[in-house]
C-alpha cells in the first residue's frame, strides 16, 4: 500500500490499546476499513483480541494480537518489541484502553482502585508513547499520529469521579504539552490528539446520566469524532458541544455559582448517582 499525505491511515502500521471490544474494536474495524498496512489489537483479554484479529484477517487485512497488560511497564516494552518484530513501528498509536470507579473517594481501595486506575489511564499512554515516540520523530516519510481518549470528566469536577477525573486531566495536560513540544521541536509530522466525550453507551458507565443537553452518545459516534479529529491531528476534540460550553461557563462564573447551576440546572453533579458499571468489570 502506498502513503496518501490526505489520510495519513493508509498504509499505516496501527496500535491500538483495549483493542478487544467497544470502542478499541471499532477503532481496529476502521482502520482495516481505510487502508492501514498492519495493526496491532493490544489488550488485557488476549483471547478476544485473537478472535478480532481473525476477523479482521477474513477482510484482508494483517492484524495481530497481543496480551499486553497496560498497567505494567514491563509488559508494555515486550509488547512493543514483539510488535516491532511482527509489524515494524506504529506510526500510528491509539491509547484507548481506560478504566472507571464510581463511587466517592474514601470509598477506593489505593491499589485496586486508585493506583490501578491511574496505570492504566494515565501513566500506560505516557509509558507507550515513550516508546514509540522516538521512531515516530525519526521517520518523516510519513504522518504520524497520537490519538489519546480522555474524557470530559477531566475538564470539569463531578462526584463519585474523583480518581477517574483526575486520571483524565493528567492525560489532557500531558497530551497539549506534548503537542507543544512536538511543534517546537519541528516534529509537525507528529499529530496529537486528545478526545473528551461525554458518557458513552459502551457498558463501561452503565447507569450514568447525561447531564442536560448532553446524550449519552454511541460508540460509533464517539470514535467517529476521535477518528476525523485525529486524522486532521485536530489538538482537542470535545464532544458534544455542550463539553466545551460546560468549560467556558465554568471558567467565567465564580466556583459556587457554578456549583449551583451545575447541580440544579445541568444535573452535572448527580449525573453519576446511579453508575453500576460494567457487569463484571
Known amino acids: 500500500m502506498t502513503t496518501d499525505a490526505a489520510n495519513p491511515m493508509r498504509g499505516a502500521t496501527v496500535l491500538i490499546t483495549g483493542a478487544a471490544r467497544g470502542m478499541g474494536a471499532i477503532y481496529a474495524r476502521r482502520a482495516a476499513a481505510e487502508g492501514a498496512r498492519a495493526i496491532a489489537l493490544w489488550d488485557i483479554d488476549g483471547e478476544e483480541a485473537r478472535r478480532l484479529a481473525d476477523e479482521l484477517s477474513t477482510v484482508g487485512a494483517d492484524a495481530r494480537a497481543y496480551r499486553v497488560d497496560v498497567s505494567q511497564l514491563d509488559s508494555i516494552r515486550e509488547g512493543i518489541a514483539q510488535t516491532r518484530a511482527d509489524l515494524g513501528a506504529p506510526s500510528i498509536l491509539i491509547n484507548n484502553a481506560g478504566i ?109 446520566r447525561g447531564p442536560l443537553l448532553t446524550p449519552i452518545m454511541t460508540p460509533e459516534q464517539a470514535t467517529d469524532a476521535a477518528w476525523r479529529g485525529m486524522l486532521a491531528a485536530k489538538p482537542v476534540v470535545n464532544k458534544p458541544w455542550t463539553v466545551k460550553f460546560g468549560m467556558a461557563l465554568r471558567g467565567v462564573l465564580p466556583t459556587r455559582a457554578w456549583d449551583v447551576i451545575a447541580a440544579r440546572v445541568f444535573k452535572v453533579y448527580s449525573s453519576m448517582d446511579h453508575f453500576t458499571g460494567r457487569a463484571g468489570a
Open 100 to 208: 472507571v470507579r464510581g463511587a466517592p473517594f474514601w470509598e477506593h481501595d489505593q491499589v485496586r482502585d486508585t493506583e490501578l486506575t491511574m496505570r492504566i489511564n494515565t501513566l500506560a499512554p505516557m509509558w507507550l508513547t515513550r516508546e514509540v515516540l522516538p521512531d515516530m520523530m525519526a521517520d518523516t516519510s510519513r504522518p504520524q499520529r497520537i490519538l489519546n481518549i480522555a474524557s470530559a470528566a477531566g475538564t470539569l469536577a463531578n462526584p463519585n469521579m474523583s480518581v477517574y477525573a483526575s486520571s483524565k486531566w493528567a492525560l489532557i495536560g500531558w497530551s497539549e504539552s506534548m503537542r507543544l513540544e512536538l511543534a517546537r521541536a519541528g516534529h509537525r509530522h507528529v499529530g496529537v490528539t486528545v478526545f473528551c466525550p461525554s458518557y458513552v453507551s459502551t457498558g463501561m458507565f452503565a447507569g450514568a
